[in-house]
């Protein structure tokens, strides 16, 4: 497997650009949680130190310099971490009292690094640490006092690190997420690429894997299965054809040239061969029908057969029709008649391939019928539809052959009367599903009747 295309494929994209969003939004949030925090520490900073500046204030007014100077230095003591910055300073910067080495430039609030010391009986030792104070004035002093950073910069540090933990996890979980789907998808489309190699190499009997997670690759699959399956349907129906067109035109083609044979074997004893040459031209003229209904037949079932929709008023176009092939009937001692149908009866079609389709029904049922047959003609409107059909009093067809006549060169007895080579009924459901209408077949009782039934004009579209 190209791993490649894995990291290409759209499930890893969707997981890297979702990864990209997610940072973008816990990048937002750290900083305002940030902020937040900071802010929030802070003003518990500014509480402790106003506390401190209120009772140092009051001390001062209480006791005067000496008395503030005594408190501050009650602050001579081991302060740890030392979480407390005070000072007293001089105007001048020279310090009277406090754990500050210097005062610090600005006035008011503000953030700074300071060394302080521990003033521990044994040594005098200093840190430097980051402090948050305050610096005022106190009398004709300067009083300075200040918190320590350090808890304020600890939190901080672990909410980041907990931020960069999360985003981490969260981030490697959607990339793991994203080409774990990519990579069933790639496994999915090779398995299709496979399969479909397979039906390209001849395998119509292959088809594409589908399970039981019913996602789109498994849709897509399924639906190109139904495609394999007619695909597999028209290839065994064209093998079959094929199988059908050689055979069937192996006759005439022996017959014309067993004729030719003939033929020159008359010319060269001197003898008069026009016979035997109009017999040739009867086969060619055969063979040359087969192969214009065969091209036909493809035209239509390919969409390939250029089609005019217009209005086809049936009542004249069925009358002509009667009116053509009454004769043809008569002379086979058979009777063809038109029902009465209303004279406003219309469909939207192609009245060449509706005159075809009728011509070629009528036909089927004069050259399979005996004397003595009925054959009746009609058309009528039907639940907003249009029905024609021919019936006939003859023998019928078995109900089991019904499908079946209208395969290519499908005869059901060739001995019957008037043979015909079996692509009578395969032209006319060609042209009936090219003019969107659908042809069945029912026992008349006696007979066979044939209906093809068209959707209403507006709905029929070119």
């Given at each position: 497997m190209d791993h490649a295309n894995v990291f290409s494929g759209a499930a890893f994209k969707t997981a890297v650009r979702a990864t990209g969003i997610l940072l973008v939004i816990l990048t937002l949030a750290s900083v305002t949680a940030y902020c937040y925090l900071q802010r929030q520490m802070l003003g518990a900073l500014e509480d402790q130190i106003n506390e401190d500046?209120?009772?140092?204030?009051?001390?001062?007014?209480?006791g005067g310099q000496f008395g503030l100077i005594g408190v501050i230095d009650d602050l001579r003591q081991p302060l740890g971490v030392k979480q407390r910055a005070v000072g007293l300073f001089t105007v001048r910067g020279t310090k009277l009292a406090g754990n500050l080495d210097r005062a610090p430039e600005p006035e008011g609030w503000s953030k700074a690094v300071l060394n302080i010391s521990a003033f521990t009986a044994a040594e005098d030792e200093s840190e430097s640490a980051s402090f948050y104070m305050h610096k005022d004035k106190v009398g004709n002093f300067t009083l300075v006092i200040g918190r320590s950073l350090t808890d304020v910069e600890i939190q901080q540090r672990r909410m980041i690190a907990a931020f960069a933990g999360l985003g981490a996890v969260i981030s490697a979980a959607f990339l793991v997420l994203g080409f774990g789907a990519s990579l069933q998808t790639q496994r999915k489309l090779d398995r299709m690429t496979r399969t479909l190699d397979r039906v390209s190499q001849g395998d119509v009997a292959a088809r594409l894997p589908v399970s039981a997670a019913q996602d789109q690759i498994d849709r897509v699959s399924a639906a190109m299965n139904l495609h394999l399956d007619r695909l597999s349907m028209l290839m065994q129906t064209t093998?079959?054809?094929?199988?059908?067109i050689a055979h069937d035109l192996r006759t005439p083609l022996s017959r014309a040239f067993l004729l030719i044979d003939r033929a020159q074997t008359k010319l060269d004893e001197g003898e008069d061969a026009r016979d035997l040459i109009d017999g040739i031209e009867a086969e060619l003229v055969r063979l040359n029908a087969i192969f214009d209904a065969i091209m036909r037949i493809s035209r239509l079932e390919t969409a390939q057969a250029e089609v005019t929709f217009v209005s086809v008023p049936l009542a004249p176009l069925l009358a002509d029709l009667t009116e053509t092939f009454a004769p043809v009937a008569e002379e086979r001692g058979q009777t063809l008649t038109l029902t009465p149908l209303p004279a406003s009866l219309s469909l939207r079609g192609?009245?060449?391939?509706?005159?075809?389709?009728?011509?070629?029904?009528?036909?089927?049922?004069?050259?399979?019928?005996p004397a003595g047959t009925a054959i009746t003609l009609g058309a009528e409107p039907e639940a907003g539809q249009v029905r024609l059909w021919v019936s006939d009093t003859g023998a019928g067809i078995p109900q089991a052959e019904y499908?079946?006549?209208f395969e290519l060169f499908y005869r059901i007895d060739p001995n019957r009367t008037g043979g015909g080579n079996g692509l009578g009924m395969a032209l006319v459901k060609a042209i009936a599903e090219r003019l969107g209408g659908h042809i069945t077949l029912s026992d008349a009782k006696p007979g066979l009747r044939v209906d093809v039934t068209f959707p209403q004009a507006e709905e029929i579209t070119a």
């Amino acid at each position: 497997m190209d791993h490649a295309n894995v990291f290409s494929g759209a499930a890893f994209k969707t997981a890297v650009r979702a990864t990209g969003i997610l940072l973008v939004i816990l990048t937002l949030a750290s900083v305002t949680a940030y902020c937040y925090l900071q802010r929030q520490m802070l003003g518990a900073l500014e509480d402790q130190i106003n506390e401190d500046r209120m009772a140092l204030n009051q001390i001062y007014l209480q006791g005067g310099q000496f008395g503030l100077i005594g408190v501050i230095d009650d602050l001579r003591q081991p302060l740890g971490v030392k979480q407390r910055a005070v000072g007293l300073f001089t105007v001048r910067g020279t310090k009277l009292a406090g754990n500050l080495d210097r005062a610090p430039e600005p006035e008011g609030w503000s953030k700074a690094v300071l060394n302080i010391s521990a003033f521990t009986a044994a040594e005098d030792e200093s840190e430097s640490a980051s402090f948050y104070m305050h610096k005022d004035k106190v009398g004709n002093f300067t009083l300075v006092i200040g918190r320590s950073l350090t808890d304020v910069e600890i939190q901080q540090r672990r909410m980041i690190a907990a931020f960069a933990g999360l985003g981490a996890v969260i981030s490697a979980a959607f990339l793991v997420l994203g080409f774990g789907a990519s990579l069933q998808t790639q496994r999915k489309l090779d398995r299709m690429t496979r399969t479909l190699d397979r039906v390209s190499q001849g395998d119509v009997a292959a088809r594409l894997p589908v399970s039981a997670a019913q996602d789109q690759i498994d849709r897509v699959s399924a639906a190109m299965n139904l495609h394999l399956d007619r695909l597999s349907m028209l290839m065994q129906t064209t093998r079959a054809s094929a199988a059908a067109i050689a055979h069937d035109l192996r006759t005439p083609l022996s017959r014309a040239f067993l004729l030719i044979d003939r033929a020159q074997t008359k010319l060269d004893e001197g003898e008069d061969a026009r016979d035997l040459i109009d017999g040739i031209e009867a086969e060619l003229v055969r063979l040359n029908a087969i192969f214009d209904a065969i091209m036909r037949i493809s035209r239509l079932e390919t969409a390939q057969a250029e089609v005019t929709f217009v209005s086809v008023p049936l009542a004249p176009l069925l009358a002509d029709l009667t009116e053509t092939f009454a004769p043809v009937a008569e002379e086979r001692g058979q009777t063809l008649t038109l029902t009465p149908l209303p004279a406003s009866l219309s469909l939207r079609g192609d009245a060449a391939m509706l005159a075809q389709l009728i011509a070629n029904l009528i036909q089927n049922a004069i050259n399979h019928c005996p004397a003595g047959t009925a054959i009746t003609l009609g058309a009528e409107p039907e639940a907003g539809q249009v029905r024609l059909w021919v019936s006939d009093t003859g023998a019928g067809i078995p109900q089991a052959e019904y499908d079946k006549v209208f395969e290519l060169f499908y005869r059901i007895d060739p001995n019957r009367t008037g043979g015909g080579n079996g692509l009578g009924m395969a032209l006319v459901k060609a042209i009936a599903e090219r003019l969107g209408g659908h042809i069945t077949l029912s026992d008349a009782k006696p007979g066979l009747r044939v209906d093809v039934t068209f959707p209403q004009a507006e709905e029929i579209t070119a």
